[in-house]
């Protein structure tokens, strides 16, 4: 289910043109950057660049690209 929101033109013309970098829709662009910035308030010790990195990694899961550690 999709909701519409309001965005200030200044934020969605900065989606827009690291959508066209990043391969995704200006709706995944916003929704990437949202669930970053959760992903930060929800971790304040850890660095951007580590939640980006653990962020990725969950993906590969998801796509069955990686197998989770096991120790020992």
Do not use: C, V
Request: net charge negative; glycine share 6%.
């Amino acid at each position: 289910m999709s909701t519409a929101i309001r965005i200030s033109e200044k934020l969605a013309d900065e989606a827009r043109k690291h959508s066209a970098i990043e391969h995704r829709s200006l709706t995944g662009q916003i929704e990437y950057w949202a669930l970053l910035g959760k992903s930060i308030e929800d971790n304040p010790d850890l660095t951007y660049n580590l939640i980006k990195e653990i962020m990725l990694g969950i993906e590969e899961l998801d796509r069955g690209e990686k197998t989770e550690y096991e120790f020992g």
